[in-house]
């Protein structure tokens, strides 16, 4: 059966990617490869995750520039599911990541949406 196996994910930098991604949201860095030319093959995943990652692809034309931040066009863009919304919200805030609204309870569970280090819109999620 086939599988997503990764998204892509337009960054400035690697490393700073890298680092929100591991210290604020709590993912693995999976791999880091070096693909000559400055490039590398980065994924991230969340922590534990057998499912899609996230390739962290750094932008290098202006097209691909002007898509940081606007990857799903002023819409949520992707879905952080969680089983510790207060622990992950609570880490979330320590770590400076800027939530647009306070957590809310609503039927299919508790939700808040989030900012990445690049201001694309995230929903983190603890199913009901």
Known sequence: MPSLG????L???Y???IAFFVD????DLVEDSPQGDGKRWVTVAPRGSRGTR???ARAVNDEQKAHIGNQGG???FLFLQTDDFAGDHARMLAHGVRFREEPRHEPYGT???FEDIYGNGWDLIQPA
């Open 6 to 9: 990764a998204v892509t994910f």
């Open 11 to 13: 960054v400035r930098d």
């Open 54 to 56: 996230l390739l962290l």
């Open 24 to 27: 604020a949201l709590g993912f």
């Open 74 to 76: 002023g819409r949520v």
């Open 15 to 17: 490393d700073e990617a």
């Open 111 to 113: 939700v808040a949406v």
